[in-house]
Nanobody, 126 residues
Framework: QVQLVESGGGLVQAGGSLRLSCAASGRTFSLYAMGWFRQGPGKEREFVAT????????RYSDSVKGRFTISREHGKNTVYLQMNSLKPEDTAVYYC???????????????????WGQGTQVTVSS
């Protein structure tokens, strides 16, 4: 089993920044990718960003490209999401996810991930 613990959410004004962290523990030898997803009020869960654990290749949704940066710290099994130029529409619960199986292309669908964190609230005020 793998446990994921997110931190770093909070309330910020539009234009501000936050950094989310997600630490993985347990059977982390099967760690192929880690990603961030979010679910806003009344919305479906959506992909935000992901990173290939071995190559550090990244993918982003169009809505956050250029504003958010995903990175990883290999030795700590931790993934980060640096969020800059935040907008009210970024308000959501942000979830960390881990892919424990190999892949041909870094996945962006939530169904392709095996473990999930409990989520951390990000609220951006206008």
């Amino acid at each position: 089993q793998v446990q994921l613990v997110e931190s770093g959410g909070g309330l910020v004004q539009a234009g501000g920044s936050l950094r989310l962290s997600c630490a993985a523990s347990g059977r982390t030898f099967s760690l192929y990718a880690m990603g961030w997803f979010r679910q806003g009020p009344g919305k479906e869960r959506e992909f935000v960003a992901t990173i290939d654990w071995n190559t550090a290749y990244t993918r982003y949704s169009d809505s956050v490209k250029g504003r958010f940066t995903i990175s990883r710290e290999h030795g700590k099994n931790t993934v980060y999401l640096q969020m800059n130029s935040l907008k009210p529409e970024d308000t959501a619960v942000y979830y960390c996810a881990l892919r424990g199986r190999n892949f041909a292309w870094v996945p962006t669908a939530g169904s392709e991930y095996d473990y999930w964190g409990q989520g951390t609230q990000v609220t951006v005020s206008s």
